[in-house]
């Protein structure tokens, strides 16, 4: 399984961006779909999520209202438009995603799968390799 996220870049303060969450080798349906951030000096921050059994999201709440996660089943691509970008939001952006094997672990609210896959403490969860994006004041 390969994970690769793109659409990072450089943009002012109030523009947008678009990234992409690309899989092979597996198929994104019954998965759960993480965005995270990690910032120079800063640990790892869980941005967003999106369960593809339900279509159930979460945001965190630095970017709810300017975030929005959405998933293309056919193209098994996961995307996050990010609008109204602040200087606070530069980072390199990683998604990760795993299905959940059992139904205890499905039962969990997403919130909580989300930090669980953040934390790396979900069984088969995979990670792309990250894309920067940088927010210029």
């Known amino acids: 399984v390969q994970l690769v996220e793109s659409g990072g870049g450089l943009v002012q303060a109030g523009g947008s961006l678009r990234l992409s969450c690309a899989a092979s080798?597996?198929?994104?349906?019954?998965?759960?779909i993480g965005w995270f951030r990690q910032a120079p000096g800063k640990e790892r921050e869980g941005v967003s999520g999106i369960s593809l059994r339900d279509g159930s999201t979460h945001y965190a709440a630095s970017v709810k209202g300017r975030f929005t996660i959405s998933s293309l089943n056919a193209k098994n691509t996961v995307d996050l438009q990010m609008n109204s970008l602040k200087p606070d939001d530069t980072a390199v952006y990683y998604c990760a995603a795993v299905r959940p094997l059992d139904t205890h672990t499905w039962a969990t609210p997403l919130p909580d799968l989300i930090a669980l896959l953040g934390a790396g403490l979900l069984e088969g969860q995979h990670w792309g390799q990250g894309t920067q994006v940088t927010v210029s004041s």
């Open positions: 080798g597996t198929d994104f349906n019954d998965h759960v």
